[in-house]
Antibody
Framework: QLQLQESGPGLVKPSETLSLTCTVSGGSISSSSYYWGWIRQPPGKGLEWIGS???????YYNPSLKSRVTISVDTSKNQFSLKLSSVTAADTAVYYC???????????WGQGTMVTVSS | QSALTQPRSVSGSPGQSVTISCTGT?????????VSWYQQHPGKAPKLMIY???KRPSGVPDRFSGSKSGNTASLTISGLQAEDEADYYC?????????FGGGTKLTVL
């Protein structure tokens, strides 16, 4: 069955760029029926959609984060990635990658990875 | 985009029914039949419970049901069980964007 796994540094310094990768296994990221997305959850708080990407490279970003976010896809590696620039302590969160259906339902999630922004 | 509005907490006794509301605007909940609901237990990833307002993914008990009226969507859990105690989040398509609710903590008394 399809699985998603996040990977990347667990600690990032303020003002630097947070970089995470989501590896998709058990299925193809090039499916025309799905988008792929990033969602984050600060400790003790709710879920926040960061952005989504289609296998063709079309991207959609949360307007509140758009100036700092870049999501890309590598179909040859069955991966998609997140870059969040100029991070602050407010970006400390568990970051999830997920598969997104065409009607905006996240049906498969990665286990999540905790990223702490601290010097 | 503002988060969808959910009650911070709801509670119910085993066997009872509870309903969690999710209020948005005509630009999100009211404008599309693309509302989904997620269950999240502590330390775990969210799990899709309802999509397209009222559809259940395979494996989700029929005790979980969804509906929508105007700008407000609702999740109803009937026959409450202890394992239903969790946080619940609604989510809506908002025209090339996605917006989540603030989350509701369900306590099974």
């Amino acid at each position: 069955q399809l699985q998603l796994q996040e990977s990347g540094p667990g600690l990032v310094k303020p003002s630097e760029t947070l970089s995470l990768t989501c590896t998709v296994s058990g299925g193809s990221i090039s499916s025309s029926s799905y988008y792929w997305g990033w969602i984050r959850q600060p400790p003790g708080k709710g879920l926040e959609w960061i952005g989504s990407i289609y296998y063709s490279g079309s991207t959609y970003y949360n307007p509140s984060l758009k100036s700092r976010v870049t999501i890309s896809v590598d179909t040859s590696k069955n991966q998609f990635s997140l870059k969040l620039s100029s991070v602050t302590a407010a970006d400390t969160a568990v970051y999830y990658c997920a598969r997104l259906g065409l009607t905006a339902a996240f049906d498969i999630w990665g286990q999540g990875t905790m990223v702490t922004v601290s010097s | 985009q503002s988060a969808l509005t959910q009650p911070r907490s709801v509670s119910g006794s085993p066997g009872q029914s509870v309903t969690i509301s999710c209020t948005g605007t005509s630009s999100d909940v009211g404008g599309y039949n693309y509302v989904s609901w997620y269950q999240q237990h502590p330390g775990k990833a969210p799990k899709l419970m309802i999509y397209d307002v009222s559809k259940r993914p395979s494996g989700v008990p029929d005790r979980f049901s969804g509906s929508k009226s105007g700008n407000t969507a609702s999740l109803t859990i009937s026959g409450l069980q202890a394992e239903d105690e969790a946080d619940y989040y609604c989510c809506s398509y908002a025209g090339s964007h996605v917006v989540f609710g603030g989350g509701t903590k369900l306590t099974v008394l």
